[in-house]
């Protein structure tokens, strides 16, 4: 199984950007798919998850309202649209799969990409 994220890059503050991933390997239908972060000198923290139906996601807080996650399950993938950037979103965002219920927990996922690096300029 493979997962890799892509869409990362240098952005300036107010500024929007889209991260893709694209899982193969296996079918994550009935799984759900997320994004995480690691900011330098911090843990990783969860951004959001989408349960395989599209009808149940959940955020965190600081990304409620600027983030939103999408998928599209006949390409195995899951997009974070991010909009209204700010320097604290700088960070490696990494994609997770495979989740068997709507969860924040990163241990709860089995798949995990390489990560894409999003910069945020002030």
């Known amino acids: 199984v493979q997962v890799v994220e892509s869409g990362g890059g240098l952005v300036q503050t107010g500024g929007s950007l889209r991260l893709s991933c694209a899982a193969s390997?296996?079918?994550?239908?009935?799984?759900?798919m997320g994004w995480f972060r690691q900011a330098p000198g911090k843990e990783r923290e969860f951004v959001a998850t989408?349960?395989?139906?599209?009808?149940?996601?959940s955020y965190a807080n600081s990304v409620k309202g600027r983030f939103t996650i999408s998928r599209d399950n006949a390409k195995n993938s899951v997009y974070l649209q991010m909009h209204s950037l700010k320097p604290e979103d700088t960070a490696v965002y990494y994609c997770?799969?495979?989740?068997?219920?709507?969860?924040?927990?990163?241990?709860?996922?089995?798949?995990w990409g390489q990560g894409t690096q999003v910069t945020v300029s002030s």
């Open positions: 989408m349960f395989w139906s599209g009808s149940s996601t």
């Open positions: 997770a799969a495979g989740a068997v219920v709507l969860t924040s927990r990163q241990d709860d996922y089995d798949y």
């Open positions: 390997g296996r079918s994550f239908e009935n799984y759900a």
